[in-house]
């Protein structure tokens, strides 16, 4: 009978330690993130509104289901729960707020991007856009590895079957 190599066994053993560590930074991050907006929607609506990227119509709903869905995805990567779609709809909100603020940025507007603060008005404490696109490209990374990972493991596990 043929062996087949698990990842996280053996030699193999840091994909696994990389992999619960990338879980474990981005279910904070999500989760923090997703506090003030849960606090302040009306808020985190006028941030939406500032990109100029959804109609009128989307924004207060956005608002709204955007925290929590952050929120829950957090807690299924902590939990461990869940992972193929968690991960996959973490990488893919992951690429939409990336793209939400290149796209801003190339049009020359440079906003505060409502990733983990409400506050619109911010005066001199606000960052360039650029350093949220850098920052938001570097939260890009463990997502990336941890899509990576998740989904070799379950090729893996339906190889054993």
């Not at 190599?5 to 279910?27: D, F, K």
């Not at 849960?38 to 100029?52: D, R, S, T």
């Not at 299924?76 to 992972?83: A, K, T």
């Not at 991007?113 to 920052?135: E, H, K, N, Q």
Request: charged share 10%; hydrophobic share 55%; with cysteine.
């Amino acid at each position: 009978m043929k062996k087949i190599p698990i990842p996280g066994n053996g030699r193999m053993g840091w994909i696994r330690v990389v992999s619960m560590l990338a879980r474990l930074i981005l279910g904070f991050l999500f989760i923090y993130a997703s506090i003030e907006k849960i606090i302040h929607p009306g808020q985190f609506a006028e941030v939406i509104h500032n990109y100029q990227i959804l109609p009128d119509l989307l924004i207060n709903p956005t608002a709204i289901i955007l925290p929590w869905l952050e929120l829950i995805l957090g807690a299924f990567l902590l939990i461990g729960i869940w992972l193929p779609g968690a991960v996959f709809l973490t990488n893919l909100l992951l690429v939409l707020f990336l793209g939400a603020m290149v796209f801003n940025l190339t049009r020359g507007l440079d906003i505060h991007c409502g990733c983990f603060s409400t506050t619109v008005d911010l005066g001199d404490a606000a960052a360039p856009m650029v350093w949220y696109v850098i920052r938001d490209s570097l939260f890009i990374v463990p997502g990336i590895f941890l899509l990576w990972h998740t989904l070799h493991y379950r090729e893996t596990a339906k190889a054993i079957e």
